[in-house]
């Protein structure tokens, strides 16, 4: 197993301060407003972490991401109300991953990724299936290893679905399945790629 390199350990103390500095900020704007309208009416964060295998084969080497996200989504963009009661509705989605290469390679990876949010709420707006797809682009410290990335600069691609529930006291915790391809479109020779999927879970705030 790949020993933890200085790199590394520097990497992962930037990505600890970044996201202790954004859930500090969410935390003082905060408005008192959003917690008696509907989840889907306001816009909102989530933070997300979790744990990403590669099971792709255009590379050789065995990769293994663990990645944190940071997520705003916008409030309904547009929606309908079913027979039932329930609503599906849909939101735009921006966020910043960061991720720390813990096997292959390269050791971090910095992203914006772009996706609309697809919902589907209860009732009652307790619980909601969500998924959505959609790619940005990024960089990470490509070491020119075979079966590596070529370059530093990658397009992103994911797919992601999951569910999402609020407690009875306002806490909003959700979990997903995610699959990300991250390549450079071809702008080097070999270009292997990395198709990795994982499982995220996270926490959301109102604004």
Request: hydrophobic content about 40%; proline content about 3%; aromatic content about 12%.
């Amino acid at each position: 197993m790949r020993q933890i390199a200085p790199r590394d350990v520097t990497m992962l103390t930037t990505l600890t301060r970044f996201y202790l500095l954004v859930l500090l900020l969410v935390g003082m704007a905060r408005g008192e407003n959003a917690e008696s309208a509907h989840p889907w009416e306001h816009g909102d964060l989530t933070v997300e972490t979790g744990l990403l295998w590669q099971v792709g084969t255009g590379t050789p080497l065995s990769y293994r991401f663990v990645q944190t996200q940071a997520s705003w989504r916008s409030g309904e963009v547009f929606g309908k109300s079913l027979s039932d009661g329930s609503r599906l509705l849909l939101r735009h989605r921006i966020t910043m991953i960061g991720s720390w290469v813990q096997q292959g390679p390269e050791s971090h990876y910095v992203a914006f990724a772009g996706s609309p949010s697809i919902e589907w709420w209860n009732e009652e707006g307790t619980w909601a299936l969500v998924g959505g797809s959609g790619g940005g682009f990024g960089l990470l410290d490509s070491q020119g290893v075979r079966g590596g990335q070529g370059q530093d600069f990658t397009l992103n691609w994911f797919a992601r679905g999951g569910f999402e529930y609020i407690t009875e006291r306002g806490i909003r915790w959700n979990t997903s399945i995610m699959f990300q391809h991250m390549s450079n479109g071809g702008q080097t020779d070999p270009n292997p790629g990395i198709d990795a999927v994982g499982v995220m879970v996270g926490y959301t705030w109102d604004f």
